[in-house]
T-cell receptor, first 110, second 114 residues
């Protein structure tokens, strides 16, 4: 079975740092993706991790621990435009499908 | 932007009627996917295609069928729409040439079944 958990909502202040967690229990694992989705729009790719450790991309970083079934997305220097949903997705062993968590809705306040 | 369009973008229909949603891509991507997105459930895979005429079921395929007769088009059909199929439907594509590649999503279709 596939189980991917994320907090439903988070609130943070402009300029601050926020960490969005994702835990997974899946029958297979071949990489973890993070997507950003603004209200009423399509998801867009943020990051990809397949090995343990931290991947940094500007203000956004993503961390993976395969042994713990755990990932997080770190957003630094928060801006109002970062208010969006953040989706965690695990790729299956065959590499042809993604299973998504329910998404975390982040609200950035002034 | 992977050149993905979906049509229609919005549709209202009645229970029991057939509905077909179209996904069109201009990038010659091998893989195409249909998801539905509902509050509290995130994105759930309905069907996907790994080539022309090659399709497979996803997590929530009951009540849906798909067809892919050309690389660029992937059709999703609700044979007899039900109110539980009210949702936002997203199409996605993936090149199929590398293991770390992401999926690219279309703009979505909002479907309301009355």
């Amino acid at each position: 079975g596939q189980n991917i958990d994320q907090p439903t909502e988070m609130t943070a202040t402009e300029g601050a740092i926020v960490q969005i967690n994702c835990t997974y229990q899946t029958s297979g694992f071949n990489g973890l993706f993070w997507y950003q989705q603004h209200a009423g729009e399509a998801p867009t790719f943020l990051s990809y991790n397949v090995l343990d450790g931290l991947e940094e991309k500007g203000r956004f970083s993503s961390f993976l621990s395969r042994s713990k079934g755990y990932s997080y997305l770190l957003l630094k220097e928060l801006q109002m435009k970062d208010s969006a949903s953040y989706l965690c997705a695990v790729r299956n062993n065959a590499g042809n499908m993604l299973t998504f968590g329910g998404g975390t809705r982040l609200m950035v306040k002034p | 932007d992977a050149g993905i369009t979906q049509s229609p973008r919005h549709k209202v229909t009645e229970t029991g009627t057939p509905v077909t949603l179209r996904c069109h891509q201009t990038e010659n991507h091998r893989y195409m996917y249909w998801y539905r997105q509902d509050p509290g459930h995130g994105l759930r895979l309905i069907h996907y295609s790994y080539g022309v005429k090659d399709t497979d079921k996803g997590e929530v395929s009951d009540g849906y069928s798909v067809s892919r007769s050309k690389t660029e088009d992937f059709l999703l059909t609700l044979e007899s729409a039900t109110s539980s199929q009210t949702s936002v439907y997203f199409c996605a594509t993936r090149p199929g040439t590398g293991f770390s590649e992401t999926q690219y999503f279309g703009p979505g279709t909002r479907l309301l079944v009355l």
